[in-house]
């Protein structure tokens, strides 16, 4: 394999741990905290969890470590979409199992979930760890999506764990995945089979974070490789001063990754689709406010801007999602295949025009023709739509294109609006992790074992305290019920880890709402430039805005 130089040189980091884990191996204690509940249907949770629910929340300090002297095999698991910083937590893991025994033995099932089921593994050895240490990408034993969840999955991982002796499995994952290895712990437990499970909490969605998670990793690293390059298009905006650039940034439902852009690099507009949801907002609304800005800039002579859309936005359009709902039925079953066999867009047209209702067929009247074909080619295995794959950054800048011409006819707009599009996801999701996610994700790994070591099972890696430098971070863990409440999925209840949005009274927002009006008629870029991975710590170091707010900094 060539390396870069940067690849090179990040070998050499030493990823900061917390203070508290500092001294070695032979010097971590546990401290106690108090027990837990989940954070609602605590009566149903418990019932559900009689092994690993209620258990105490747990932080390590210095002190004589008195964990039982045994030989570990550990399995590790990543899985669900990469996320910068995941080689790092595999490091962490096997440095701290090494250092507690050179017998202990790290298992990486290969591909997601399913290595382990399947029983596909590599052993892990310093040779082959070290060519992945600070380094992006889930490629040291892949990643997949597969669900460990029902009770044949987790009778074979049973029968996988035994085979090999594995006394431990970490999961490393976003909050389905966490949630599983809540499910799998407890049938562990319940079938005395001596497995531990540890979560260790992933997405660069920034999703799975509540009271006890400040954060899930890859979000830092994510959110400023895309706000590399969003100030870096805000500048050429400001350079060419021609056009607006309507950027979709990925991120699953919620808006935090658009936010924190936003956040970063100040933009004239950016959607949020969790206040569009709670306002009710439509197509036409959204547009009327992205031309507003549009427009009044013209005014100043600046026909350009950049506008930053949240991958998940169409979802939390009221109308939008009634229509969703009624192509999704109006091609239940059979109907595919009949409306398939129509021969031209027109027929189609006529067939949609026939089965939709006045008001789902009022919104699909006023989309770009291309997002109208998009709805009937793209569905899911069961034949629904594929909401995250509709480009609305084209979606909008076309209803604003419409909007203004409405403007221009009225005489109270006289700009040009030509547009460019821009999809950033894939190109943050296996960056160099930076300096935080190098080190966040190390400690979480490292973390991992210590859990591990001292008798855990149930409990998700905790890391906290992180908008401050490392030294000052706070290990430990907590049960993994205590995320839990019981949700609706497909028709039944299950216990599930709330997925975190965008909190409208939260600090991060508060700050962009209290920006934005300024923001949307000015021209008040600001380019963050490329992740830094040497020179000074305020520079380097710097986790995300959004985490800086919610603490208050
Ligand atoms: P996870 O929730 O598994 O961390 O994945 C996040 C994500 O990157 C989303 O932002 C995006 O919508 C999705 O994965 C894309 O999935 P895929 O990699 O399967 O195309």
Redesign the pocket.
């Known amino acids: 394999m060539k390396l870069s130089p940067l690849q090179t040189a990040r070998y050499q980091y030493v990823p900061k741990l917390p203070g508290m884990l500092r001294n070695g191996i032979s010097e971590i204690c546990v401290k106690n905290g108090g027990a837990t509940e989940s954070v609602a249907d605590q009566e149903k949770i418990k019932a559900l969890f009689p092994n690993t629910y209620g258990k105490n929340e747990i932080t390590f300090q210095k002190g004589q470590n008195t964990s039982e002297a045994k030989k570990q095999v550990v399995g590790v698991i990543l ?5 910068p910083g995941g080689h790092n937590v595999v490091c962490g893991l096997y440095d701290a199992l090494k250092a507690t025994n050179k017998e202990n033995v790290l298992l990486g099932f290969k591909g997601g979930p399913s290595g382990l089921l399947e029983d596909s593994y590599i052993e892990l050895t310093d040779e082959y760890v070290d060519q992945f240490r600070n380094t992006g990408g889930f490629d040291i034993i892949g990643s997949g ?1 597969t669900k460990l969840e029902s009770e044949d999955q987790f009778a074979i991982a049973a029968e996988v764990c035994k085979k090999h002796g594995v006394t431990a499995i970490v999961i490393i ?5 966490n949630t599983n290895a809540g499910v799998l712990a407890e049938y562990m437990a319940a079938h005395n089979t001596g497995v531990q499970v540890i979560g260790c909490p ?4 920034g ?1 799975l974070k509540n009271e006890d998670i400040e954060c ?1 990793f ?1 979000f830092d690293t994510a959110t400023k490789t895309y706000s590399e390059i969003i100030g870096n298009i805000a500048r050429d905006a400001n350079s060419a001063k021609k056009y607006w650039h309507f950027i979709k940034v ?3 439902s919620a808006s935090h ?1 658009a936010l924190e852009c936003a956040l970063e690099t100040q933009p004239n507009i950016c959607l949020i689709g969790e206040e569009v949801a709670a306002k009710k907002m439509s197509l036409a609304q959204i547009a009327d406010y992205i031309a507003d800005s549009v427009a009044a800039r013209a005014a100043k002579g600046w026909n350009f801007g950049i506008a930053i859309i949240p ?2 936005i169409v979802e939390f359009v009221p109308e939008f999602s009634m229509l969703i709902a009624e192509i999704n039925e109006l091609l239940a079953g059979e109907k595919t295949a009949q409306f398939n066999a129509l021969p031209t867009w027109k027929d189609k047209y006529a067939f949609i025009e026939n089965g939709l209702s006045k008001d789902a067929m009022a919104v699909f009247a006023i989309l770009p023709e291309s997002i109208q074909q998009q709805l009937f080619l793209e569905r899911d295995p069961h034949g629904n739509v594929q909401v ?1 794959l509709i480009e609305s950054e084209k979606l909008f800048s076309a209803l604003v294109a419409d909007n203004l011409a409405a403007r221009k006819a009225a005489g109270t707009y006289n700009g040009k609006f030509s547009t460019l599009h821009h999809f950033l ?2 190109e943050g ?1 296996c960056a160099f992790p930076s300096n935080f996610d190098a080190d966040y994700c190390y400690s979480l790994g490292y973390n991992a074992f210590m859990l591990i070591q001292y008798g855990y099972t149930g409990y998700l890696s905790k890391v906290s305290n992180l908008s401050k430098p490392a030294e000052e971070w706070v290990a430990g863990g907590m049960p993994i019920t205590k995320m839990m409440n019981i949700e609706r999925r497909n028709g039944e209840d299950k216990p599930v880890i709330r997925k975190a949005l965008v909190e409208l009274d939260g600090k991060p927002f508060k700050f962009f709402e209290a920006h934005r009006a300024e923001w949307a008629l000015e021209t008040c870029f600001v380019y963050p430039g490329a992740i830094q991975y040497f020179g000074p710590a305020e520079v380097c170091d710097l986790t995300t805005r959004t985490l800086a707010l919610e603490k208050g900094e």
């Open positions: 899985s669900g979409g990469q996320a999506r994952g976003g909050d389905d995945s992933k997405t660069i969605d999703d899930s890859g990925m991120g699953r990754v991958e998940g995250s996801g894939y999701r």
